[in-house]
């Protein structure tokens, strides 16, 4: 199916007034069919060039749907991507904000800081790495009901929404990514587990096939960029007040704290 331009602008449009009315919205499959993967993508750059336009910064991708579970999870059979920009990154001791998200999940994963180009597929993703970090993403969907299927969620920028770093900075060498241990706390209780083997075997297999990917439509990785690899484990719903730390076995925690009810942390006054 060949989606006209203006079956793309209806779309992101659909999106852009999901997040402007904070109204969750149908899926946009209706407009873009259900198989073009180019069409969906457009939609998602559309949107995230309006909102860099309006002063947000990229600073990294995210890969989406690397571990079976996790597509299990939400029907889709795939990896995406998404773009990473400043206003999702959640500052080290700050709560993230959790009245402007629709339905938030949860997911734990290794993430990359580059320390070089990855523009030409002579060049080793695991030589590109500066360094690696646990982190936390919160995924989100504007769709109603998670209802989505590959181009729904590819069109809304892989269903990004927030994301937070750990403190410790550690080199690839002699880091065993295929045997991290992952556990996610939510409110001091496990509620996921897994290990980097789930993330495409290896978080660097998704962190190659990203490479080519980017590559492939014109927007290769850049020196400087973060990339979050894809989910350890099972997602998490989140809801005001939680908060959720993970830990990754060489690699160290990292902590979320979600704002209440009212706009501030459980217990403020």
């Known amino acids: 199916m060949l989606v006209p331009p203006d079956g ?18 149908a ?21 995230i ?35 990473l920009l400043d206003d999702m990154l959640v500052p080290a001791g700050t709560p993230a904000e959790h009245s402007g998200l629709f339905r ?25 790495v500066a360094y690696a970090l646990a982190a936390i993403e919160i995924v989100d969907s504007r769709i109603t009901d998670w ?9 809304d920028n892989a269903s990004s929404a927030l ?45 190659a096939w990203l490479a080519a990917t980017a590559r492939d439509i014109g927007e290769p990785l850049r020196a400087g960029e973060i990339v979050l690899s894809g989910a350890l484990g099972p997602m998490v719903d989140v809801g005001p007040g939680d908060r959720l730390t993970a830990r990754l076995t060489g690699l160290g925690v990292v902590d979320v704290q979600f704002t209440g009810i009212n706009g501030g942390t459980l217990g403020d006054d």
């Not at 999940?105 to 590109?128: N, Y």
């Open 104 to 128: 938030p999940r949860a997911e734990a994963e290794v993430a990359f800081v580059l320390g070089r180009d990855l523009d030409d597929e002579s060049v080793d993703p695991r030589q590109a």
């Open 49 to 83: 060039a309006e909102r860099i336009t309006a002063g947000r910064r990229r600073i990294g991708r995210k890969i989406g749907l690397t571990s079976p579970v996790v597509q299990r999870q939400l029907g889709v059979d795939r990896p995406d991507f998404g773009t």
């Open 163 to 207: 994301f937070a770093l750990g403190s410790e900075r550690v080199p690839l060498d002699g880091l065993d990514l295929p045997g991290v241990q992952m556990e996610l706390e939510l409110n001091g209780v496990t509620a996921s587990t897994g290990t980097g083997e789930a993330c495409l075997g290896d978080p660097l297999n998704a962190l």
């Open 147 to 155: 209802d989505i299927t590959i181009v729904d969620t590819i069109a």
């Open 8 to 25: 793309r602008e209806a779309a992101a449009a659909r999106l852009r007034s999901a997040v402007t009315s904070h109204r969750s919205c």
């Open 27 to 47: 899926p946009v499959r209706d407009l873009l069919g259900t198989t073009d993967i180019e069409a969906a993508y457009a939609v998602a750059s559309a949107n």
